[in-house]
């Protein structure tokens, strides 16, 4: 946390509270990783606890006294089932982030759209590729020419989908519940269910995967949703690692039907040395950083200390959690 916020939540809560302030790593998976022995200690007894994805260590510490958890994160990881059953109310970070995650999947799109992989590729090997890309061997493509799917329609997939329609993209989408729409204003193709999976992949260019990780969706952009893609297609997962399949994508990559994939998720973080994607020409790997930018703690510190407010004043919290959807 930058300095000075500590000082701030300390002052927010008031006379009357002890905030105690744990160092240490956190993943960035919505777990938080195992929880430290300080961070479990610090819990047992707590009443809120703040932090980057919440341990389930911590949960269980604290599981007769917290009350109310939030993460700095936009996934919420698997600890819901403890939460679900002491009454816990969980909030995340969800709309912190999609901003500047949307901002990431339209540079991505761009980056293989526009075959900037391949000026870098050249210029690295010290090639001047003027011919590769004036008799289109390189096929470069417009962005408005791009039909854009998103999977996953909430925070994140609304700042994209807003984006791609400004840049004249055509948008479709797919979500737990198409009856709650798009972006204000409109403007997507069609909007369907998760059973309409199959034909958003059929009608993307760029398929972008911005859904919640839970029950229903880990793993199931496999092989047989890869395989519905139009040729050239592009592959984008800001979500979770675990619901897109890596072999299935390579397989994808090496037969040609990929044009490239930009993944700033994966099942294993941090991502495996010698994995396939570590060297990879056609794949673009970010370590799960899509959300950072230098506006983060100011969105951020806003939340907490907004929640921190209607928290005493005992009024509805913001991003509450659906502890039965997981988002």
Same mark, same amino acid.
């Given at each position: 946390?930058p300095?000075?916020?500590? *000082?701030?939540? +300390?002052?927010?809560?008031?006379t009357?509270?002890?905030m ?8 960035s998976?919505?777990? /938080? ?5 300080? *961070? ?5 007894g ?12 911590v ?11 939030? %993460?700095?994160?936009?996934?919420v990881? +698997? ?20 901003? $500047?995650?949307?901002?990431?999947v ?14 870098v590729?050249?210029?690295?090997? !010290?090639r ?16 408005? /020419?791009?039909?854009?799917g998103?999977? /996953?329609l909430?925070?994140? !997939? ?13 948008v479709?989408g797919?979500?737990?519940?198409p009856?709650?729409?798009g972006p204000? /204003? ?13 034909r958003l992949?059929s ?7 911005? %859904?919640?990780?839970?029950?229903? %969706?880990?793993h ?10 139009p040729a050239?297609?592009?592959v ?12 299935a994508?390579?397989? !994808?990559?090496?037969?040609g ?5 930009a ?8 991502l $495996?040395?010698g ?11 970010s ?5 950072? %930018? ?31 959807t997981?988002?």
């Amino acid at each position: 946390m930058p300095a000075g916020l500590v *000082s701030r939540l +300390q002052s927010a809560l008031g006379t009357g509270w002890e905030m105690i302030e744990v160092e240490d790593f956190a993943a960035s998976d919505g777990e /938080g990783g195992s929880g430290s022995a300080a *961070s479990v200690v610090a819990a047992n007894g707590a009443e809120v606890y703040l932090g980057w994805g919440i341990p389930p260590g911590v949960i269980t510490a604290g599981l007769d006294t917290l009350r109310w958890v939030h %993460t700095a994160t936009a996934g919420v990881g +698997q600890s819901l089932s403890a939460l679900r059953h002491q009454g816990i109310v969980l909030t995340n970070s969800a709309g912190v982030h999609a901003e $500047p995650m949307a901002d990431w999947v339209i540079a991505a799109v761009a980056y293989f759209a526009r075959g900037l992989d391949r000026l870098v590729e050249a210029q690295r090997a !010290g090639r001047w590729i003027k011919e590769e890309f004036g008799n289109l061997e390189i096929p470069v493509r417009e962005l408005s /020419g791009l039909r854009v799917g998103l999977f /996953g329609l909430g925070g994140i !997939g609304t700042a994209v989908a807003r984006r791609a329609l400004g840049l004249g993209m055509s948008v479709a989408g797919i979500r737990r519940r198409p009856e709650r729409g798009g972006p204000d /204003g409109g403007g997507l193709r069609w909007i369907g269910g998760f059973d309409a999976l199959d034909r958003l992949a059929s009608e993307s260019d760029a398929l972008v995967i911005a %859904t919640p990780r839970t029950d229903q %969706t880990e793993h199931v952009v496999g092989r047989r949703v890869l395989e519905r893609l139009p040729a050239g297609a592009i592959v984008v997962n800001v979500s979770r690692g675990a619901i897109l399949d890596d072999t299935a994508l390579l397989e !994808g990559l090496a037969a040609g039907r990929i044009r490239g994939a930009a993944l700033d998720v994966f099942a294993t973080e941090p991502l $495996p040395a010698g994995h396939p994607f570590w060297g990879h020409p056609r794949v673009l790997l970010s370590p799960h950083v899509s959300a950072v %930018t230098t506006r983060f703690w100011e969105r951020e510190s806003t939340l907490i200390l907004e929640n921190i407010r209607r928290y005493l004043a005992g009024e509805p919290l913001r991003n509450v959690v659906d502890l039965e959807t997981g988002y």
